[in-house]
């Protein structure tokens, strides 16, 4: 039974946390948390999918829980959380594929399926072509991956953060 709480409640924080980040952002940065190009700080937490698997439907459910109480397009709240629910899963799936410790592979995912799904999902709602929109969705999710996820899971891992909170 503590294995199934702990799980929830972990769930649960990171629900509540991507959504309180993504909502601060586009308070602080209007319109930066959305649309074709997009750089959401709060995507660097997809990282925590390395160290436990209760990331996975916490990510999907903040993903979730942001786009119903922001107005975002009625599509994404399907889409956008398909997304992140595939990214998050491929990420907990190749964590142990590193090149020399780095998780490269994982950090990727965020890219290919938001880049796939959320760029189809803005061609056929605004336009502007798929090419053009999955390319510029994955190049925001690999700026924030690759600088603020790399430095999240490096901070977790030498800080010893990842078993202590996780383990």
């Known amino acids: ?21 993504t909502h601060l952002q586009n308070l602080i940065f209007p319109d930066s948390t959305s649309f074709v190009i997009q750089f959401r700080a709060s995507e660097a937490l997809c990282v925590l999918a390395f160290f436990t698997p209760a990331a996975v439907p916490g990510l999907t ?20 959380s398909l997304a992140t629910l595939l990214a998050a899963l491929c990420m907990h799936k190749s964590r142990a594929l590193t090149l020399k410790g780095y998780p490269l592979v994982g950090l990727l995912m965020p890219a290919l399926w938001n880049g796939l799904i959320v760029g189809w999902e803005l061609a056929v709602v605004i336009g502007g072509g798929f090419v053009y929109n999955a390319v510029t969705v994955a190049l925001g999710e690999l700026a924030v991956l690759l600088s603020l996820g790399s430095a999240l899971y490096y901070a977790l891992r030498i800080r010893g953060l990842d078993k202590k909170l996780f383990g």
């Open 1 to 21: 039974m503590r294995k199934n709480t702990r799980f929830l409640i972990h769930s649960a924080m990171i629900a509540a946390l991507y959504m309180v980040l």
């Open 61 to 80: 459910l903040g993903t979730l829980l942001f786009n119903i109480t922001f107005p975002a397009l009625p599509l994404d709240f399907l889409l956008g």
